[in-house]
């Protein structure tokens, strides 16, 4: 069953780091693009990061482009976000999701995307 379980939301300053987790379970992320999403209180979700599945391209939004990380540990399943020197504006709800029936991260479009997790929470406020 294919499963998809963010962590390591919370509280962090203007400035400071923070490391989401998505820990996967039932899917080969050698042939799976995954991406990080976020959706901010009246605001639609939005692609943040992803990584493709069979070569681990990386693409980012502008937004985030420079600050945020991407990267997979194949040995554990998971796929995780650094985020360095967040702002108040990252403040939303972070999702991970893998891409339908292709391992390339094509537009990081919310439809093209399957299998999302609960999402984890992260604010950033001083």
């Known amino acids: 069953q294919l499963q998809f379980v963010e962590s390591g939301g919370g509280f962090v300053q203007p400035g400071g780091s923070l490391r989401l987790s998505c820990a996967t379970s039932?899917?080969?992320?050698?042939?799976?693009?995954v991406a990080w999403f976020r959706q901010a209180p009246g605001k639609e979700r939005e692609g943040v990061s992803c990584?493709?599945?069979?070569?681990?391209?990386?693409r980012y939004a502008d937004s985030v482009k420079g600050r945020f990380t991407i990267s997979r540990d194949n040995a554990k399943n998971t796929v995780y976000l650094q985020m360095h020197s967040p702002k108040p504006e990252d403040t939303a709800v972070y999702y991970c999701?893998?891409?339908?029936?292709?391992?390339?991260?094509?537009?990081?479009?919310?439809?093209?995307?399957?299998?999302w997790g609960q999402g984890t929470q992260v604010t950033v406020s001083s």
């Open positions: 999701a893998r891409r339908g029936n292709s391992g390339l991260c094509g537009g990081m479009t919310p439809d093209d995307y399957l299998n």
């Open positions: 039932g899917v080969n992320l050698d042939y799976s693009a």
């Open positions: 990584i493709s599945g069979h070569f681990s391209s990386t």
